[in-house]
């Protein structure tokens, strides 16, 4: 997670975020962790490998998830990211970070897995698709 998407849960979820897991923030600037009600925020500002390094240890064997605009562009940009979930709801926001801004290859295929259609939002679950331009 960015600590956009980290200051954004400070707000949202007060005590008790959603997550229930330990969560890797990356900053530029060290902290102490943020202990909350069943998470743990933990402040990486070695990149985003290191970050992956330590929540792949932390999960075991479970998936790892990146949260947020600039941490999903920099999972895609660094060919770690396997599947994309998006959430579209019928808001049009006027600002916010653009997803797909800063990626650094000018194709990134995707296989759809799945469309969920919920009450005022759509679920949409892709898969990055192998390909000899990108480096996966």
Known sequence: ????????????????????????????????????????FHFVTAGLNH???????????????????????????????DELQLHVVPILLKRGRRLFNNLTHDVVEWEQLGVVEGNGVTHLTYRMRQSTDYPH
């Open 1 to 40: 997670m960015g600590l956009d998407s980290y200051e954004h849960a400070q707000q949202a979820w007060g005590q008790h975020p959603p997550f229930e897991v330990p969560v890797f923030v990356l900053t530029h600037k060290p902290r102490r962790p943020d202990i909350r009600e069943g998470t743990t």
């Open 51 to 81: 970050a992956l390094d330590q929540a792949k240890l932390a999960a075991g064997a479970k998936d790892v998830g990146c949260h947020g605009g600039g941490t999903i562009q920099q999972a895609i940009n660094h060919g770690v990211l």
